[in-house]
Structures are given as structure tokens and as C-alpha cells.
């Protein structure tokens, strides 16, 4: 996973993550750039289900929602 650094616009690598918690990963994230040297913690969470678990876990309770709600709006 990658994401665009915020200061210089080069990719950003995870480094290193964690389990934050049951639908969460924290991530270390370090600028590709070396003249740049950023590096930023995110995070990673699920936040909706498309298709439900054939064996669900009972402390998981993420909202079941039709495939086309789940998709990102397409912006032009």
C-alpha cells in the first residue's frame, strides 16, 4: 500500500504496521523522496461490509450495504 506525500508528492511506503484494533491497522509510512524525509503515521480501518462472512465473528459489527453504496463516487 502507498499513499502520495503531502509535502513533496512522491509516493509514501509503508514501513512497518500494527493491529489497532479489530477493522483497524496503524501504519508507518516514509517518503520515497530522500531529499524530502517525511514519514506519518496512518491508519487503515474497514468501515462497511458488501458481502457478509460465511463465518461471521460476534464482536464484528461492521454495516451490510448494497455493492453499488460501497463504491467510491467516480470523480472527473
Known amino acids: 500500500m502507498s499513499m502520495t506525500c503531502p509535502h513533496c508528492g512522491k509516493v509514501m511506503h509503508v514501513r512497518t504496521s500494527q493491529k489497532a484494533s479489530l477493522v483497524s491497522k ?4 516514509r517518503c ?8 506519518a503515521i496512518g491508519i487503515t480501518e474497514l468501515i462497511r461490509t458488501v458481502v457478509p462472512a460465511n463465518h ?6 461492521l454495516p451490510v450495504v448494497k455493492p453499488d ?3 467510491p463516487p467516480i470523480l472527473f
Not at 26 to 29: H, P, Q
Not at 56 to 61: A, G, L, Q
Request: proline share 10%; with cysteine.
Open 26 to 29: 496503524e501504519a508507518y509510512y
Open 32 to 39: 520515497s523522496n530522500a531529499n524530502c524525509g517525511h514519514i
Open 56 to 61: 461471521p465473528n460476534p464482536n464484528c459489527s
Open 69 to 71: 453504496k460501497a463504491a
